[in-house]
């Protein structure tokens, strides 16, 4: 089973920078897209940035230029790097990882998402 901790969040000022981390239980070659997602209060969760084991990325228009996701499969783990935050940035933060397999009509054959605990990221002005 696929388990994911995150860690690196923290109270940091606006036009500051953090570095969260995920560790994933098994080996990343196993997962199909590696994902950063974020919610604020009351709001439904949101794409941040995605890797696929490929290497291929993804961002939201928000945070294009500022955030970088990367990977490292020697040690099993998919980073966030997150530079000139400001205020709205201000959410928890949840790793994801995409196992699912499909169709070429678009099903899922197998495979789930995974998702950690998250982790707090409050930016200050």
């Known amino acids: 089973q696929v388990q994911l901790v995150e860690s690196g969040g923290a109270l940091v000022q606006t036009g500051g920078s953090l570095r969260l981390s995920c560790a994933v239980s098994?080996?990343?070659?196993?997962?199909?897209?590696m994902g950063w997602y974020r919610q604020f209060p009351g709001k439904q969760r949101e794409l941040v940035a995605t890797?696929?084991?490929?290497?291929?990325?993804n961002y939201a228009d928000s945070v294009k230029g500022r955030f970088t996701i990367s990977r490292d499969n020697a040690k099993n783990t998919v980073t966030l790097q997150m530079n000139s935050l400001n205020t709205e940035d201000t959410a928890v933060y949840y790793c994801n990882a995409d196992t699912r397999r499909y169709s070429s009509l678009g099903r899922v054959l197998m495979g789930q998402l995974t998702w950690g605990q998250g982790t707090q990221v409050t930016v200050s002005s």
């Open positions: 890797i696929t084991s490929g290497g291929d990325t």
């Open positions: 098994v080996s990343i070659f196993s997962i199909n897209v």
